[in-house]
DNA sequence: CCATTTTTTTGGTGATCGACAAACAAATGG
DNA sequence: CCATTTGTTTGTCGATCACCAAAAAAATGG
């Protein structure tokens, strides 16, 4: 085993997780290949051998990110038995995502490339696809709850995983802005407030 | 009057209209000078001698968008005697303004700078000082609410001023991904929801 | 030892970035 | 007509962009 040819230098998980690091904060476009061939202490050759393009990079962090930054509140939506309580934990996830003291306060699906060059097109649509994703996800658990009872069916459930989606997507820019995790504890506890009226049998 | 030297051959607000019309697609970073001098009509050299750097341009830009664009939410908030209207209309107001025909699907101080290089500091703080003056805006509105006796006195202002500023930005990652003026007004209404438990006098 | 395979190193590709200097053009004041 | 002022045109600056070819290095199989 062990292949044939001189050995690698360096280990790809680990110079991934540090390209992680480097589009974390500052975005796809705002990453050069000179920061990130820097970053992952290797020449830029080595980087298109081992990952392709910088697209082809950009898209194996981002599989990393979702696996681990992205996990919580995934688990929390498809862990949690009742309808309500795991939109709010997933909420409460998103919060401590975005406001953890070793990473960037933001979600890169939102904002690692909302707008730029026309040329980085397939990105955008790349991470907006990602983002239709998670509204997928919250979509499909309310339908779970509408499934077990949980929920009235009469629920629109357009409408509320789109919000649901919209508070989560703007907690990235409050968080950007410099909002603590208490302030965004109060957006969560201001979004569910809405939960009761928004899940009401209507008429009945 | 008129000067001495020679006459300019472009009307720089018709320049700058047509800067606002560049950066809005591209955002700030993936707008080059070579996009702004051929959409503005101009040589780069004009554009240096008429606005300063691409960072001085930009600012204006933004003035000239914060007085167009940003205008009926912002008079919708003012204007309006209800609070609960108020936030409801700027709300709507919003989704006018990121779901026209005219111009791309999101709000320029949200989406055209929120990462990027290490050099564009600048610019990203300068549209997150817009921003908070979003959350500054709908919290004086509330406050209004409270002195004329509309809003109660124990109302959280903090929270529920956060709690808007998350939707209207949460909005524009919606609009970028493709959501109908539809689908965000469900949007809207859901966020709308919350309002009287939001606002109802506690242990009354 | 030698051929083969794979990676690293080195160095550089043309293109584009923001920014500007110098030369030229068009107006005014005298 | 001429000096002055201001704007435009032209050309280009050094830096950086993503990307890659060629050569050298380090492993394996025979």
Chains 1, 2 share one sequence.
Not at 82 to 107: F, K, N, W
Not at 113 to 125: F, S
Not at 165 to 182: C, E, K, M
């Amino acid at each position: 085993m062990a292949g044939r040819g001189r050995p690698r230098t360096f280990d790809p998980d680990d110079a991934l997780g540090r390209a992680l690091d480097v589009f974390w904060e500052r975005g796809y476009e705002g990453t050069s290949l000179a920061d990130l061939a820097q970053a992952m202490g290797i020449a830029s050759a080595s980087i298109y051998a081992c990952f392709g393009s910088k697209e082809d990079l950009f898209r194996q962090v981002m599989a990393l990110y979702t696996a681990t930054a992205g996990a919580p509140p995934r688990r929390a939506l498809t862990d949690t038995p009742s309808t309500r309580t795991a939109i709010e934990r997933m909420l409460h996830a998103t919060v401590d995502q975005i406001t953890g003291a070793e990473s960037p306060h933001y979600c890169m699906l939102v904002l690692a490339a909302p707008t730029g060059a026309i040329e980085n097109d397939a990105v955008r649509e790349f991470l907006a696809e990602g983002r239709r994703g998670q509204r997928a996800a919250i979509r499909a658990r309310l339908e779970r709850g509408v499934a077990e009872g949980d929920l009235a069916a009469s629920t629109d459930l357009d409408a509320l995983s789109r919000y649901y989606a919209t508070v989560v997507q703007g907690l990235s820019i409050q968080a950007r802005d410099g909002a603590t995790r208490d302030e965004l504890e109060g957006v969560v506890a201001s979004a569910m407030a809405g939960w009761g009226p928004l899940t009401a049998r209507p008429g009945v």
